[in-house]
């Protein structure tokens, strides 16, 4: 965590306020926010601006900002957007730091001119914007609740930032009557300057939030908001409610944001690599951080259901079966230990209906067998009111027995009044309940979902692994020679090239201009063969005719020759034909068609693509996306959310497909996706894999210029991959080899063992605190890291078979972007050896490439030789300004 305070605190957490445009007019947006924050009984400083006023709900009125004696953290702006340019110079000569801005009419004609002058006043005067247009913003803990708007949070663990200020509204309403109480409420209106990822890094760390929720229609800044997502994903559970599906709402989202929207699938994805949970309804945003703020440790989606109701049973299997949740049968011995404990009429089965008679007892039991149950990942326990059933000691029961497991239960009480003190248990005890099975089995989904894509978000593939470095270089000749033609569209024989360079198998291919040179080529490639028109214009070439298949003779090698380019010429007469390309014809009988390749995305750049290969493809419309970069793991989950992925198993008569061979083909793609940012699209179709390999049998790719401009060596993606450049061999005095290589996930034992072995002295000079050992969150936190914001480069040294950790320096980027702060440490026993100043010289020269300006940190004042070291490196030291104890280093970069 950043050692000093977030630079959006004063945004977020003022302690003095100035409401420009205060007003005594009811309705006015002025007046309004003045009673909002008077009646949430803020205890900071409320500075009321209106020349037009002495006194105003008895405050002292001031004429302008300027005019306001002490500091102010925060000016609220709610006057004529052509008044605002000069306010936010105002603050800026005042010293304000953030502002609120209200006031609307930014998006009117001229519009735009007020607010290029307005962003251009706030980065001279260093003035951070929350809007303009926005609904504002509540702390309700603290009494802040500085909104045009007549509703009042309560207090509570939940966060929720939208980009609409009438659906938050909708919201707030919702919630007073669910008694749902947030953290904060932060509202964007035009995100013109701070946007979701900043404000995902502030909640990031806000203790005061257990849970964030996000209302989006679309992306300011993409590489940020997924860089944010991800980081605030490992922190607490982030759910997302984005509009946008469907054509219709696509359009509307772009019209009212202003945003950038992308395509569903891949919105869809990005929150699977980010570990967020999307969610339908607004409903579903709080349903959803009820049961993910809970103390579960989710381990799967297989769902367990006990009912006293058999059709209430049935209704939520059907449910979840439609949601993509198993309903498992139970073990054999679980079914025979409650054959003996249950009464006669119950199911034998999942769900298990304990019948109308079934008492609390009963539910105790089948509960506690359920959670027992290895092949049971959750509980889903269902009461309707019968003659015999107590509900609120029933729930009593379940609520006692769950304390005894940490996987998720899930209550629904159905009915009203009867089963109401029920339902209030199940909510003090912290457990989601829910009035009917539909809702309570998507809070079930939610949890899984959760768990899954927490397991991808730790993913940080590495360099492809397997045979064959890739000829980078040489790719990047072929597309750089058709960039210099002005060409955009590869051929056949150039998308193939790509290809090979990255070792992906593909089908010989030679073009041939004339019927003589196909001759001359078949002779020698031999029989039997495909021909295909070669056309820059022709993307689909079996829809003009320009496929013929298993050619055997000269004969038949001319007729094809000549039909080809008539249907081609009668069906496009416009398209440039410059002859045919002639392959072997691949006769692969167990063979599956695939179809594999790279889409780019408007808003987050480069996606793998996955589906049904051949004419199949269009017909199915089974594609699925993942955003590279992809290791094995992910590369199953791609595959494995196709529907086509049955197919790839053993299948009527077929073998099952070489699915190393697969994956090895979609690693290499992730990989060009990563290493050719002029590569736009490419389209592997078919990819036929049988149970011997894979080979691409068609291939066609798209290029562009790169667009100039800032960023790391992997600006055009949204995922920064595993840095391996990085990797470097260094030699101690003595001889020793050590590596230094960026930190790795599967690094958690190492870290831990590394930090088990410190002296008491480092660990305090270290972390500042007594710690003895590290907690699985806080290891997970340092070895799961976002490449593009922080870096972590550690030394290790082998011995045996095993890697030894002797040292680690690692960055945080701030908020600000400009600038990090730093830690090092080094084993005890391997201190005084150059390894610290080897670290250090690397993770600044990281730090530098990236575009960060300075490095700083706090040393404890007694750490006499790490401030040794920093002196040695260029470091000034100065007394920190809170702590005596500790000394503020700094490096400029």
Known sequence: MPTEKH????????????????????????????????????????????????????????????????????AVIATPAATVPEIIAACGRKGIRAALIVSGGFSLPQGARLLQETMAAARAGGVRILGPACL???????????????????PGAIALVSQSGALTNAILDWAHGEKVGFSSVITLGDGADVGFGEILDYLAWDVATESILLYLEGVMAPRRFVSALRMAARAKPVIVLKTGRDPAAYRAAVAHSGALVGTDDVFDAVLRRAGAVRVRTFSQLFSAAKCLSARYRPCGNRLAIVTNGGGAGIIAADWATSVGIEVPGLAQATLQYLEKALPLGWSRGNPLD?????????????????????????????????????????????????????????????GGEEVEEGRRLFSHARLPVFRT?????????????????????????????????????????????ALAENRKMLSEMESKSLLAAFCIPVTRTVAARSVQEAIVVAQQMGFPLVMKV?????????????VKLNIATVRQLRAAFNEIMANVTARLPQARIDGVTLQPMILKPNGRELMVGIATDRV??????????GMAAELMGDRAVCLPPLNTVLVKDLIERTRVAQMLKPFRNLPAINMEALTAVLLRVSEMASELPWLRALDINPLIVDENGAIAVDARAAVDCLVPGPGTRYAHMAICPYP?????????????????????????????????????????????????????????????????????????????????EL????????????????????????QGRGIGTKLMHSLMEVARTNGLKAMIGDVLANNINMLKLMEKLGFTIVNHPEDPSLKRVRKLL
């Open 724 to 804: 391996a450049h990085l990797v470097q061999r260094w030699n101690l005095t003595d001889g020793t080899e050590i590596t230094i290589r960026p930190i790795r996930p599967e690094d958690a034992r190492l870290l831990q063992e590394f930090v088990r072995n410190l002296s008491e002295e480092s660990r305090y000079f270290r972390f500042i605190s007594t710690v003895q050992e590290l907690s699985p969150r806080t290891v997970a936190r340092l070895t799961q890291i976002d490449y593009d914001r922080e870096m972590a480069l550690i030394a290790v040294v082998t011995e045996g078979d095993r890697e030894v």
């Open 534 to 546: 070669n056309s820059p214009d022709v993307v689909h070439k079996t829809d003009v005719g320009g």
């Open 136 to 154: 504002g913003l509540m702390r309700p803990a603290a009494g802040v609740n500085l909104t045009y708007s007549r509703f009042q949070a309560r």
């Open 7 to 74: 630079y959006l605190t004063r945004l977020f957490a003022p302690r003095s306020v100035a409401i420009v445009g205060a007003s005594e007019r009811p309705g006015a947006a002025g007046n309004v926010i003045m009673k909002n924050l008077l009646a949430g009984r803020f205890d900071g400083a409320i500075y009321p601006v209106n020349p037009n006023h002495a006194r105003l709900f008895g405050h002292r009125c001031h004429a302008s900002v300027e005019e306001i004696g002490p500091s102010v953290d925060l």
């Open 604 to 613: 987050f750049g480069p996606v793998i693509t996955f589906a049904a290969g």
């Open 437 to 481: 099975p539909e809702p309570a089995v998507e809070a079930f989904s939610h949890i899984a979902t959760h768990h899954r894509n927490q397991q991808l978000l730790i993913q940080v593939p590495a360099p492809t692994s397997q045979a064959g470095r890739p000829d980078t270089e040489g790719a990047r000749l072929v597309i750089e020679n």
């Open 354 to 414: 304990l019948t109308g008679e079934a008492g609390e007892e009963h539910y105790r039991i089948a509960v506690r067998a359920c959670l027992e149950d290895s092949s049971v990942d959750g509980l889903l326990v269902i009461l309707t009111p019968q003659v015999t059933t107590r509900p609120d000691r029933v729930a009593e029961v379940v609520i006692e027995t769950a304390r005894d497991f940490r996987k998720p239960v899930v209550g629904c009480w159905m």
């Open 807 to 830: 040292g680690a320096a690692r960055y945080v980027t701030n908020p600000d972007g400009e600038t990090c702060e730093f830690a090092l440490v080094v084993a005890d026993a391997w």
